[in-house]
């Protein structure tokens, strides 16, 4: 059974790129392109995973849907992974804060990409 993964990502372009990157594993994969509309999708489709951009317009950004997810017992142990322009130490705590269990500056590689997910899959799901 492929992993379910979440993009909550506003930039259509970059969830087009993690698709692409990510088209030969073995992934179930859905888009968000907000804030509040990725978290509505986390607590009902309960992905494995969050591509999780952290600035989005609108009224959430991804800190706070992040928060959000850890703050409810069906999601709390989803990996989330941060995505973002921003990459200062103060924005890495921030991240880290919310309770991302990774924290991936863009622009990223795609193989990176791919082999990062690989390693929090296999971690998650332990020896």
């Known amino acids: 059974m492929p992993a379910k993964l979440l993009i909550v990502e506003d930039q259509a372009d970059i969830r087009r790129l ?8 073995e992934y179930e994969i859905q888009e968000a392109a907000n804030g509040t509309a990725g978290l509505e999708k986390i607590l009902s489709w309960q992905p494995d ?3 999780l951009d952290t600035m989005m317009p609108g009224g959430m950004d991804g800190l706070e849907v992040c928060r959000q997810v850890r703050a409810a017992p069906g999601t709390a142990k989803t990996v989330i992974v941060m995505l973002t322009a921003k990459a200062g130490s103060a924005d890495h705590e921030a ?3 919310a309770g991302a269990d990774y924290f991936l500056p863009k622009p ?9 997910l690989g390693a929090l899959l296999k971690h998650k799901a332990g020896p």
């Open 49 to 51: 995973m969050v591509l």
């Open 18 to 25: 993690i698709r692409w990157a990510l088209e030969d594993d």
């Open 108 to 116: 990223f590689s795609p193989a990176k990409l791919s082999e990062l």
């Open 95 to 97: 991240a880290r804060t």
